[in-house]
């Protein structure tokens, strides 16, 4: 989500402009702090883009450091908004389109925005408050867990407007803590968060792991686990979807990180549900869920495995299931190698249909957003073929209304998810 990719065939954002053959007029910005971007970018940003790509600037403020406060002015010094200036391909992210600051004003008017915007369902504590861009508020993400927050940075230059954001959150909703986090791009890795404090930013810790409710179930969060605190609300939708479906089916569940999806599936009839994750803690977890939520684990199975052994093992054995869910994690390290979506998905795809029963369900989905709608077709159209089955489209799914995708910022259209049969 952090850019478009540089494959013109692969394009899912808006296309950067092409570097010029000659270098561009320097027009300095007017005194202050701030930057000067070429004509592309500043038709992009009259259409409501909320970034400026580094190479998009041709004259800025000597001296502008990462996290400093920056104007964004066209060629001709009209000024087309206020952002944080950063040292990355993103060079500045825009909070606003007019020359005020960014101070609890600017950031309560956003955040209460975006509050107003979240209609919920009944019985569910569990919400995500911005979703960055799509809320105006590029590089930040606000998920509230009953009584606590976490805030996920997408670059350790917006530290700089950490108190007022913070400030502005705490005047829009009753909260007993925030935490920080970060969640850094595969271009800068960890290195440029080694500075920033992540864990808890403000309140009060609280005795163990809260409980949270979806939809009337209930799931343990731990905030300190980092932002992947233990239920993921994009995919709220298509558990809610799937409700009515579970009843008296046998159940796959792959990378199945806490169990979300498990226990959605025993709660709603599945006569089995095998949960597989490489993880043991994270199974501890999945258990743990099953219990807040009164379900036997008898009639259950939780493997601490890996997802292909764990597949080939069950076609070796002749093993069917009704639904077999795979939502993986977009790249991934293990004791068998390094797991991408890119490079593995088709034959992750081949592997669930070889011990999926004749007309059952494969929930298939990514939320890799430089995996095109188009490309991500293509890997399950191959990995059938592998297989020699055919998919059938049953549902497309998308994000719940707590996670908006703004048409104006092409990269917040992440999610795949698609319900097939097989």
Same mark, same amino acid.
């Given at each position: 989500? *952090? !850019?478009?990719?540089?494959?013109?065939?692969? $394009?899912?954002? *808006?296309?950067?402009?092409?570097?010029?053959?000659?270098?561009?007029?320097?027009?300095?910005?007017?005194?202050?702090?701030?930057?000067?971007?070429?004509? #592309?970018?500043?038709?992009?940003?009259?259409?409501? +883009?909320?970034?400026?790509?580094?190479?998009?600037?041709?004259?800025?403020?000597?001296?502008?450091?990462?996290?400093?406060?920056?104007?964004?002015?066209?060629?001709?010094?009209?000024?087309?908004?206020?952002?944080?200036?950063? &040292?990355?391909?993103?060079?500045? *992210?825009?909070?606003?389109?007019? &020359?005020?600051?960014?101070?609890? &004003?600017? %950031?309560?008017?956003?955040?209460?925005?975006? +509050?107003?915007?979240?209609?919920?369902?009944?019985?569910?504590?569990?919400?995500?408050?911005?979703?960055?861009?799509?809320?105006?508020?590029?590089?930040?993400?606000?998920?509230? +867990?009953?009584?606590?927050?976490?805030?996920?940075?997408?670059?350790?230059?917006?530290?700089?407007?950490?108190?007022?954001?913070?400030?502005?959150?705490?005047?829009?909703?009753?909260?007993?803590?925030?935490?920080?986090?970060?969640?850094?791009?595969?271009?800068?890795?960890?290195?440029?968060?080694?500075?920033?404090?992540?864990?808890?930013?403000?309140?009060?810790?609280?005795?163990?792991?809260?409980?949270?409710?979806?939809?009337?179930?209930? #799931?343990?969060?731990?905030?300190?686990?980092?932002?992947?605190?233990? =239920?993921?609300?994009?995919? $709220?939708?298509? $558990?809610?979807?799937?409700?009515?479906?579970?009843?008296?089916?046998?159940?796959?569940?792959?990378?199945? %990180?806490?169990?979300?999806?498990?226990?959605?599936?025993?709660?709603?009839?599945? $006569?089995?549900?095998?949960?597989?994750?490489?993880?043991?803690?994270?199974?501890?977890?999945?258990?743990?869920?099953?219990?807040?939520?009164? =379900?036997?684990?008898?009639?259950?199975?939780?493997?601490?495995?890996?997802?292909?052994?764990?597949?080939?093992?069950?076609?070796?054995? !002749?093993?069917?299931?009704?639904?077999?869910?795979?939502?993986?994690?977009?790249?991934?390290?293990?004791?068998?190698?390094?797991?991408?979506?890119?490079?593995? #998905?088709?034959?992750?795809?081949?592997?669930?249909?070889?011990?999926? &029963?004749?007309?059952?369900?494969?929930?298939?989905?990514?939320?890799? !957003?430089?995996?095109?709608?188009?490309? +991500?077709? !293509?890997?399950?159209?191959?990995?059938?073929?592998?297989?020699?089955?055919?998919?059938?489209?049953?549902?497309?799914?998308?994000?719940?209304?707590?996670?908006?995708?703004?048409?104006? %910022?092409?990269?917040?259209?992440?999610?795949?998810?698609?319900?097939?049969?097989?």
């Amino acid at each position: 989500m *952090r !850019g478009p990719p540089k494959n013109k065939k692969r $394009r899912q954002g *808006r296309p950067q402009a092409r570097r010029p053959s000659r270098p561009p007029r320097q027009a300095a910005p007017p005194p202050g702090t701030g930057v000067v971007v070429n004509g #592309y970018s500043d038709g992009w940003l009259q259409k409501g +883009f909320p970034w400026v790509y580094r190479e998009e600037i041709t004259a800025q403020t000597p001296g502008l450091a990462p996290g400093a406060v920056a104007t964004i002015y066209n060629e001709q010094h009209a000024v087309r908004g206020v952002g944080v200036f950063d &040292a990355a391909k993103v060079a500045v *992210r825009r909070f606003r389109e007019d &020359a005020g600051p960014l101070d609890q &004003a600017c %950031f309560q008017a956003l955040i209460q925005a975006a +509050f107003d915007r979240r209609v919920l369902p009944p019985e569910t504590t569990a919400w995500r408050l911005v979703h960055g861009e799509s809320d105006d508020m590029p590089g930040v993400r606000i998920e509230v +867990f009953g009584g606590l927050a976490v805030i996920t940075l997408d670059t350790p230059a917006l530290q700089s407007v950490l108190p007022p954001l913070a400030a502005a959150l705490r005047a829009v909703v009753p909260l007993t803590s925030i935490w920080l986090h970060w969640r850094p791009s595969d271009e800068d890795g960890d290195a440029r968060f080694s500075d920033l404090s992540r864990g808890l930013y403000w309140g009060e810790a609280p005795e163990g792991d809260p409980v949270v409710s979806e939809l009337g179930l209930r #799931y343990r969060v731990r905030p300190t686990a980092g932002h992947d605190i233990g =239920l993921f609300c994009d995919m $709220r939708e298509v $558990r809610a979807w799937m409700a009515p479906h579970w009843a008296g089916r046998r159940v796959l569940n792959l990378f199945c %990180f806490t169990g979300a999806y498990s226990v959605s599936a025993a709660a709603h009839g599945a $006569r089995e549900v095998v949960s597989v994750d490489l993880s043991g803690p994270i199974m501890e977890r999945v258990r743990g869920n099953f219990d807040e939520n009164g =379900l036997s684990q008898e009639s259950h199975q939780f493997w601490v495995e890996d997802t292909f052994k764990a597949l080939d093992r069950l076609r070796r054995k !002749g093993e069917q299931f009704d639904v077999i869910v795979a939502d993986p994690p977009s790249f991934s390290h293990g004791p068998e190698g390094t797991w991408s979506v890119a490079k593995d #998905y088709k034959r992750l795809v081949a592997a669930c249909l070889r011990v999926l &029963a004749p007309g059952g369900w494969l929930i298939a989905a990514t939320n890799l !957003g430089a995996i095109s709608p188009r490309d +991500f077709k !293509g890997y399950l159209i191959d990995g059938a073929q592998r297989a020699g089955r055919r998919l059938r489209v049953i549902h497309e799914a998308s994000t719940p209304i707590d996670v908006p995708a703004a048409l104006h %910022f092409p990269e917040s259209r992440y999610l795949k998810c698609w319900i097939l049969e097989g």
